[in-house]
């Protein structure tokens, strides 16, 4: 069995690593196709990776196709696992599939159109990306879904090709470490802040908190071009010693610096896209042991079994988020055996390897089906 699996990005890029961390043990000789360097980073070179393109460049997209297409033809694989909706791997993978018998994955990661059209994608844009999406769907032999709740954008003639798959973590590299010794209550938050109406919440959150938590202090890990109304919002509310922004960090140094929270959360916004999500960031909090304090969206309460393995806040709410945050500082006791149970499901149910064996059933069940 060969597989071809297609990002549009570096592996910097979420949708990437996702792809990256399902197959890389995975007992199949298969090739990672993404691009040397984007917005999202630069990638470090694996044997097994294949480089479409030194950088994006929308202008040479013909030729990026071709090129594609050549590659595909060199390995000749069984099966296109392809990332997005997107024109730089839905039409190579459809071109490779007129030209030699194969079978095509869509791993529908989230929904492209509901995010673009909250990051205000013009409409000849979303037209597109809604195009794609359909195209996507319609043409995948297997369509693979992180998240229980996006069954319901896809027609219901489709849905006997869907396969549910959710992110995961490396459960050996984010697992429980000891924390240096501090006075403060730590409250972490790690994540790129583009929109600040999802950051938000977290910086009101705070200031309601700290009016009750002595020595409450909020860590950011994470940057990006909201940052800089994050550190405004921060000095208006008067919040600079409740506040340490790390910006951004290696992933391999994440571990360590979330070691030290006493408490990550997660101030989800009842953003239309969050239904749809399975943000890495959540299993690996889950993974490192320490309470989870999170807005209540998508597969969020499923995954933390109602509250079993966390605590749930209403999206949007402020005061919720202050509440739970007040919770763990009161009833440590009972915060560090969700934070274990947490784990546990982790280990279980959410590591890469754990996962990789989900895809590798869903390779098999295409193939056989042939025979």
């Not at 919440?201 to 009016?211: G, N, Q, R, T, Y």
């Not at 994470?222 to 208006?236: S, T, V, W, Y």
């Not at 790390?246 to 610096?257: A, N, S, T, V």
Request: hydrophobic letters at 40%.
């Amino acid at each position: 069995m060969k597989v071809a699996l297609l990002s549009p990005y570096s592996l910097g890029a979420s949708s990437c690593k996702r792809l990256y961390y399902l197959s890389r043990h995975l007992k199949v000789h298969r090739k990672l196709f993404l691009l040397a360097e984007d917005k999202y980073g630069m990638t470090k070179r694996e044997h097994w990776f294949v480089y479409t393109a030194r950088k994006r460049n929308d202008r040479k997209y013909p030729a990026y196709v071709l090129k594609v297409l050549k590659l595909l033809i060199r390995e000749r694989p069984d099966i296109i696992h392809y990332s997005k909706p997107h024109h730089m791997t839905l039409i190579p993978a459809l071109l490779y599939k007129k030209l030699f018998p194969c079978k095509l994955v869509f791993d529908c990661d989230d929904w492209e159109p509901l995010v673009q059209k909250e990051l205000a994608a013009d409409r000849r844009k979303l037209r597109v990306v809604e195009h794609l999406t359909e195209m996507a769907i319609e043409t995948a032999d297997a369509i693979v879904i992180p998240n229980t709740k996006m069954r319901r954008e896809i027609p219901e003639k489709y849905r006997g090709r869907i396969y549910l798959i959710p992110n995961g973590v490396d459960t050996e590299k984010f697992r429980p470490m000891r924390s240096h010794e501090h006075d403060a209550f730590n409250v972490t938050y790690m994540g790129t802040i583009h929109k600040i109406d999802t950051i938000t919440p977290l910086v009101d959150a705070i200031a309601l908190a700290a009016k009750k938590i002595p020595e409450l202090v909020c860590t950011v890990v994470g940057g990006g071009k909201g940052e800089h109304e994050l550190k405004r919002m921060i000095l208006e509310k008067d919040l600079p010693q409740q506040f340490k922004l790390l910006g951004m960090q290696p992933h391999d140094k994440i571990p360590r610096l979330l070691a030290d929270a006493d408490v990550l959360i997660l101030p989800y916004s009842k953003l239309e896209s969050l239904e749809y999500a399975s943000n890495l960031k959540f299993f690996e909090y889950m993974a490192l042991e320490k309470p989870i304090v999170a807005g209540a969206v998508g597969d969020i309460p499923l995954i933390l079994e109602q509250g079993k393995a966390g605590y749930l806040a209403r999206p949007n709410d402020p005061h919720a988020l202050a509440e739970k945050l007040k919770e763990v500082y009161d009833h440590p006791i009972e915060a560090m055996r969700k934070a274990e149970k947490a784990r546990a499901l982790a280990v279980a149910y959410y590591d890469w390897d754990v996962l990789s064996k989900k895809l590798q059933a869903v390779y098999d069940d295409l193939l056989y089906i042939d025979i």
